[in-house]
T-cell receptor, first 116, second 110 residues
Framework: DAKTTQPNSMESNEEEPVHLPCNHS???????IHWYRQLPSQGPEYVIH???SNVNNRMASLAIAEDRKSSTLILHRATLRDAAVYYC?????????????????FGQGTILTVHP | ETGVTQTPRHLVMGMTNKKSLKCEQH?????MYWYKQSAKKPLELMFV???????ENNSVPSRFSPECPNSSHLFLHLHTLQPEDSALYLC?????????FGSGTRLTVV
């Protein structure tokens, strides 16, 4: 599986934007870029995913470099509830039995601290 | 609630005990997974089931025995565990690219 590299930790102030970087220089053409986050004492939570184009949803935006070797998760206005470990994961899409599923391999992620 | 329910939330068991972890989802997902999260370590994928069939076993010791009776339920049967097996065990399901995780079972082996 292709690997990702993320900073161990980042800090932000409440109400400010946060840009969480991820490098994935060995990404293959079929790899989707996924972001999950894990709040304390909870399971990981889906944030966003994309393949080539930038993506937006109610939680965040995903900016993907043109060569797809890096991406950035953007939280437009950080809140205290956004403090979590953020994981950037590459997952090839597979097909079996008429449906598709992908295996997620987690790294250490980025610990985001949000200051009031 | 995320749509994936795990029971129990906490479990303490002795090394000679037999116990089972349960995972249930009614999201209509066809793939289900067991992950282990030890302190200070990344999540480790243990087992993958797709349409009730096991498609991946990541060299997990035989003291962990999964069971998937249908696409909505997944069990992890535990026996003769070691203290180093103490961890958070997470279940997830997926359909397409998005995973939904449960809140996990915090297991302590004494």
């Amino acid at each position: 599986d292709a690997k990702t590299t993320q900073p161990n930790s980042m800090e932000s102030n409440e109400e400010e934007p946060v840009h969480l970087p991820c490098n994935h220089s060995t990404i293959s053409g079929t790899d989707y870029i996924h972001w999950y986050r894990q709040l304390p004492s909870q399971g990981p939570e889906y944030v966003i995913h994309g393949l080539t184009s930038n993506v937006n949803n109610r939680m965040a935006s995903l900016a993907i470099a043109e060569d797809r070797k890096s991406s950035t998760l953007i939280l437009h206005r950080a809140t205290l509830r956004d403090a979590a470990v953020y994981y950037c994961i590459l997952s090839p899409s597979r097909n079996a039995g008429g449906t598709s599923y992908g295996k997620l391999t987690f790294g250490q992620g980025t610990i985001l601290t949000v200051h009031p | 609630e995320t749509g994936v329910t795990q029971t129990p939330r906490h479990l303490v068991m002795g090394m000679t005990n037999k116990k089972s972890l349960k995972c249930e989802q009614h999201l209509g997902h066809n793939a289900m997974y067991w992950y282990k999260q030890s302190a200070k370590k990344p999540l480790e994928l243990m087992f993958v089931y797709n349409f009730k069939e096991q498609t991946e076993n990541n060299s997990v010791p035989s003291r962990f025995s999964p069971e998937c009776p249908n696409s909505s339920h997944l069990f992890l049967h535990l026996h003769t565990l070691q203290p180093e097996d103490s961890a958070l065990y997470l279940c997830a399901s997926s359909q397409g690219s998005g995973y939904t995780f449960g809140s996990g079972t915090r297991l302590t082996v004494v």
